[in-house]
């Protein structure tokens, strides 16, 4: 019977557990509520975990603590979504119990599921039952109230699964929106993965390899020459030593070559020895260039030397940069390249490009604000399923401020940035910019991915969808008219209608579009731009 687990058990545990949230991921994504293509649930707890992984990974140690500190810290950076963001918490949680023991047992476990709930509840500003949080509260629970008969982890876990996969199937009574889709939630069988994971890890089961995304999706579009300037403290070896060795002694050998090569790895870093006989190029960064050129002579003569001081070329970089800082920045996440390019004409400092089903991790928008050269950064987060991992970010950062604009839409975020002005404080651009959200009625035109009945619609998989914020309110088989009756039921006397079209509607459709909205609605202004956004057809601003 399994009674503890050590450190190299744990990691074993949550390798496995990754590997069966890969492997689930698509059908998690298909139970997004609302039948759009970019229903990213699975994905982004999957992305979370690889990213957990990445960390655990690294970790060279087998001892509980620093396996428990790993696996938290790569969550935490790696959190993507809502549903990344909650699991990263209940991850920390019960990590932070796991990580005080030398080996785990059942009442130590418990208490970590306790922990993981109430760090994810915390989380949320306003939590919602029959949601990922229902699910880890109930699992608590249980596992509380049966601990004590349960020494043994191959008796207490299955228990513990069974009342979790209870829990998801009880989420649709207590969320109506999923009762009427007629789907458990996504979060919650995503977080069963991970407790299943575990156990089957625990009994010795093996969960088929997954293909291992790249976590590599998205990128901070915008940085300067300031790009390295978070690193310029960090230089171990402040001497950039070039030559050649020309010339080479008749008992010159490529042994000799070789062993210049192992001596300067001793001496440094960034080391280069390419060449032959007759001719070889060095490069090391070092702090005893005398020592590289001594060693160098004993192969043949030194031609074309440079020695850089890269201590003093970074001084100069981090007085340019003091210099140029200014007190307020922003950031944007973005979709399409007219998007990207119509919020850097809004002076947005950094863009961060997201793809289908790839939205940034809370280390990536981090990254990107660190990249700001500002005091003050105000980050549009532009989905609502990313403002979590915003707000995430603002733990990874420790030398400026970031103020989450909770922006839910692309739209939105345009307005945000509108509302900036440089004369004013940061607390009076964040009040301006949160107030400027109210100005514009958004509405969204994309395709169903799936059957389903939804708020009074008979939907099947290719029509096309209206949505704004909270619901379908339109649907239909052409893009064009579907666009139109979402205008017709979000407008209610607004005078400027604005278009982004996004990446699979012709330019000509969206002229055609905008002059039977001029002709239908004369007393307004009608604009069009180009989006390039995947999955939706039309961004609609109304103002």
Same mark, same amino acid.
């Given at each position: 019977?399994?009674?503890?687990?050590?450190?190299?058990?744990?990691?074993?545990?949550?390798?496995?557990?990754?590997?069966?949230?890969?492997?689930?991921?698509?059908?998690?994504?298909?139970?997004?509520?609302?039948?759009?293509?970019?229903?990213?649930?699975?994905?982004?707890?999957?992305?979370?975990?690889?990213?957990?992984?990445?960390?655990?990974?690294?970790?060279?140690?087998?001892?509980?603590?620093?396996?428990?500190?790993?696996?938290?810290?790569?969550?935490?950076?790696?959190?993507?979504?809502?549903?990344?963001?909650?699991?990263?918490?209940?991850?920390?949680?019960?990590?932070?119990?796991?990580?005080?023991?030398?080996?785990?047992?059942?009442?130590?476990?418990?208490?970590?599921?306790?922990?993981?709930?109430?760090?994810?509840?915390?989380?949320?500003?306003?939590?919602?039952?029959?949601?990922?949080?229902?699910?880890?509260?109930?699992?608590?629970?249980?596992?509380?109230?049966?601990?004590?008969?349960?020494?043994?982890?191959?008796?207490?876990?299955?228990?513990?699964?069974?009342?979790?996969?209870?829990?998801?199937?009880?989420?649709?009574?207590?969320?109506?929106?999923?009762?009427?889709?007629?789907?458990?939630?996504?979060?919650?069988?995503?977080?069963?993965?991970?407790?299943?994971?575990?156990?089957?890890?625990?009994?010795?089961?093996?969960?088929?390899?997954?293909?291992?995304?790249?976590?590599?999706?998205?990128?901070?579009?915008?940085?300067?020459?300031?790009?390295?300037?978070?690193?310029?403290?960090?230089?171990?070896?402040?001497?950039?030593?070039?030559?050649?060795?020309?010339?080479?002694?008749?008992?010159?050998?490529?042994?000799?070559?070789?062993?210049?090569?192992?001596?300067?790895?001793?001496?440094?870093?960034?080391?280069?020895?390419?060449?032959?006989?007759?001719?070889?190029?060095?490069?090391?960064?070092?702090?005893?260039?005398?020592?590289?050129?001594?060693?160098?002579?004993?192969?043949?003569?030194?031609?074309?030397?440079?020695?850089?001081?890269?201590?003093?070329?970074?001084?100069?970089?981090?007085?340019?940069?003091?210099?140029?800082?200014?007190?307020?920045?922003?950031?944007?996440?973005?979709?399409?390249?007219?998007?990207?390019?119509?919020?850097?004409?809004?002076?947005?400092?950094?863009?961060?490009?997201?793809?289908?089903?790839?939205?940034?991790?809370?280390?990536?928008?981090?990254?990107?604000?660190?990249?700001? !050269?500002?005091?003050?950064? $105000?980050?549009?987060?532009?989905?609502? +399923?990313?403002? @979590?991992? *915003? &707000?995430?970010? =603002?733990?990874?950062?420790?030398?400026?401020?970031?103020?989450?604009?909770?922006?839910? !839409?692309?739209?939105?975020? $345009?307005?945000?940035?509108?509302?900036? +002005?440089?004369? @004013?404080? *940061? &607390?009076?651009? =964040?009040?301006?910019?949160?107030?400027?959200?109210?100005?514009?009625?958004?509405?969204?035109?994309?395709?169903?991915?799936?059957?389903?009945?939804?708020?009074?619609?008979?939907?099947?998989?290719?029509?096309?969808?209206?949505?704004?914020?909270?619901?379908?309110?339109?649907?239909?088989?052409?893009?064009?008219?579907?666009?139109?009756?979402?205008?017709?039921?979000?407008?209610?006397?607004?005078?400027?209608?604005?278009?982004?079209?996004?990446?699979?509607?012709?330019?000509?459709?969206?002229?055609?579009?905008?002059?039977?909205?001029?002709?239908?609605?004369?007393?307004?202004?009608?604009?069009?731009?180009?989006?390039?956004?995947?999955?939706?057809?039309?961004?609609?601003?109304?103002?």
């Amino acid at each position: 019977m399994q009674k503890t687990i050590n450190g190299a058990m744990l990691k074993s545990m949550i390798l496995t557990a990754a590997k069966l949230l890969e492997v689930n991921r698509v059908s998690i994504d298909a139970l997004n509520v609302f039948p759009v293509p970019d229903g990213d649930t699975g994905t982004n707890m999957s992305l979370t975990m690889q990213s957990a992984v990445k960390e655990l990974v690294a970790c060279r140690s087998n001892k509980v603590a620093d396996i428990a500190e790993a696996i938290s810290k790569g969550a935490l950076k790696g959190a993507r979504g809502n549903s990344g963001v909650i699991l990263s918490q209940v991850i920390r949680g019960m990590c932070t119990i796991l990580k005080k023991n030398e080996e785990i047992d059942t009442k130590i476990f418990v208490h970590a599921l306790k922990n993981g709930a109430e760090i994810a509840y915390g989380a949320v500003s306003k939590p919602k039952e029959g949601t990922m949080l229902t699910v880890a509260r109930m699992v608590a629970e249980h596992a509380q109230s049966i601990r004590v008969k349960h020494k043994d982890f191959e008796t207490l876990l299955p228990e513990v699964i069974a009342a979790g996969n209870k829990a998801v199937d009880l989420t649709p009574s207590l969320l109506p929106v999923l009762k009427k889709a007629g789907v458990v939630d996504a979060g919650g069988k995503g977080l069963m993965c991970l407790y299943e994971g575990m156990y089957k890890a625990l009994m010795g089961e093996s969960v088929t390899e997954p293909t291992v995304q790249s976590e590599d999706t998205s990128s901070a579009d915008t940085l300067m020459e300031h790009a390295d300037i978070m690193s310029l403290g960090d230089i171990e070896f402040a001497y950039c030593t070039e030559f050649f060795i020309i010339n080479l002694n008749k008992k010159t050998t490529t042994a000799d070559i070789e062993r210049l090569r192992e001596t300067l790895m001793t001496m440094g870093d960034s080391v280069i020895v390419i060449g032959d006989l007759e001719f070889v190029k060095v490069h090391v960064h070092t702090n005893q260039p005398g020592k590289a050129l001594t060693e160098a002579l004993k192969l043949g003569e030194l031609d074309r030397l440079k020695i850089e001081n890269m201590l003093e070329q970074n001084r100069e970089l981090m007085k340019k940069y003091e210099a140029e800082k200014k007190d307020m920045g922003m950031m944007s996440i973005s979709a399409g390249d007219g998007i990207t390019s119509i919020f850097k004409d809004l002076m947005v400092d950094a863009v961060i490009e997201g793809g289908q089903s790839m939205n940034p991790s809370a280390n990536d928008i981090a990254n990107a604000v660190s990249r700001i !050269n500002a005091e003050n950064v $105000f980050v549009f987060p532009n989905n609502k +399923n990313i403002i @979590l991992a *915003a &707000e995430q970010a =603002k733990s990874l950062v420790d030398n400026k401020k970031i103020h989450v604009i909770p922006t839910k !839409n692309i739209p939105q975020g $345009f307005a945000a940035a509108l509302a900036f +002005n440089p004369e @004013l404080s *940061a &607390e009076e651009n =964040k009040t301006n910019m949160v107030h400027a959200l109210d100005s514009v009625t958004v509405g969204q035109v994309t395709y169903a991915v799936r059957n389903t009945k939804l708020y009074g619609f008979d939907l099947k998989v290719g029509d096309i969808m209206g949505l704004d914020n909270k619901k379908i309110l339109a649907k239909g088989n052409d893009v064009t008219q579907v666009t139109i009756d979402l205008i017709e039921r979000l407008r209610s006397g607004e005078e400027i209608i604005t278009l982004y079209y996004g990446q699979d509607v012709k330019e000509e459709d969206a002229i055609a579009l905008q002059e039977a909205l001029m002709e239908r609605y004369p007393e307004c202004d009608v604009e069009i731009h180009y989006g390039g956004q995947p999955i939706y057809y039309y961004y609609i601003a109304l103002e």
